[in-house]
T-cell receptor, first 113, second 115 residues
Framework: GDSVTQMEGPVTLSEEAFLTINCTYT??????LFWYVQYPGEGLQLLLK?????DKGSNKGFEATYRKETTSFHLEKGSVQVSDSAVYFC????????????FGKGTSLLVTP | IAGITQAPTSQILAAGRRMTLRCTQD?????MYWYRQDLGLGLRLIHY???????GKGEVPDGYSVSRANTDDFPLTLASAVPSQTSVYFC??????????????FGPGTRLTVL
């Protein structure tokens, strides 16, 4: 079945460092791809999305490009802030379950001053 | 606009007891979902509903049941709780139509501990 694999954390970076969180997927069709963020003690929020190959999603300085040839959707940010400390989840839509989201296991990011 | 609300915020429950987690959305979304979040496992789909009156099983449905009597509410019931159901439960909804159908909005979660 469809699945998502993302790099394991935790990831610790200094403020203003460059961030990459790798995400690859396996899917039989052409799913939409998402990055969600979960701040401590909160629910998940949509960070960005891409619905077809070569689309680039972007929000709050984060970017990810839907790469069909490498089945990847890596999350990047050029300069992280302490406020970016959170858990990041890569996900794809699954048309077999009412378009529910199939999540990776999450990557915890800690940004230190 | 409240979005999605869940109740209770947290609960400690004795094994064998029955428990219903409530979820209500005011966005008139057609589709609703229940996930559980466990450390190291991410979020896993329990049940979903594409529209009022219909439900479907997700990846981990055993021990849980749902109903969808109307558009707004999607309760999750544990008929006889077991310790392995200790988790954080998230309800989500989506428009269910067109290009926005995949974008889901999440509630704040219910932290459930089964002893």
């Amino acid at each position: 079945g469809d699945s998502v694999t993302q790099m394991e954390g935790p990831v610790t970076l200094s403020e203003e460092a460059f961030l990459t969180i790798n995400c690859t997927y396996t899917a039989t069709g052409y799913p939409s791809l998402f990055w969600y963020v979960q701040y401590p003690g909160e629910g998940l929020q949509l960070l960005l999305k891409a619905t077809k190959a070569d689309d680039k999603g972007s929000n709050k300085g984060f970017e990810a490009t839907y790469r069909k040839e490498t089945t990847s959707f890596h999350l990047e940010k050029g300069s992280v802030q302490v406020s970016d400390s959170a858990v990041y989840f890569c996900a794809l839509s699954d048309s077999n379950s009412g378009y529910a989201l199939n999540f990776g296991k999450g990557t915890s990011l800690l940004v230190t001053p | 606009i409240a979005g999605i609300t869940q109740a209770p915020t947290s609960q400690i429950l004795a094994a064998g007891r029955r428990m219903t987690l409530r979820c209500t959305q005011d966005m008139r979304h057609n589709a609703m979902y229940w996930y559980r979040q466990d450390l190291g496992l991410g979020l896993r789909l329990i049940h979903y509903s594409n529209t009022a009156g219909t439900t479907g099983k997700g990846e981990v449905p055993d021990g849980y049941s749902v109903s969808r009597a109307n558009t707004d509410d999607f309760p999750l019931t544990l008929a006889s709780a077991v310790p392995s159901q200790t988790s954080v439960y998230f309800c989500a909804s989506s428009d269910g139509a067109g290009a926005r159908r995949n974008e889901q909005f999440f509630g704040p979660g219910t932290r459930l501990t089964v002893l």
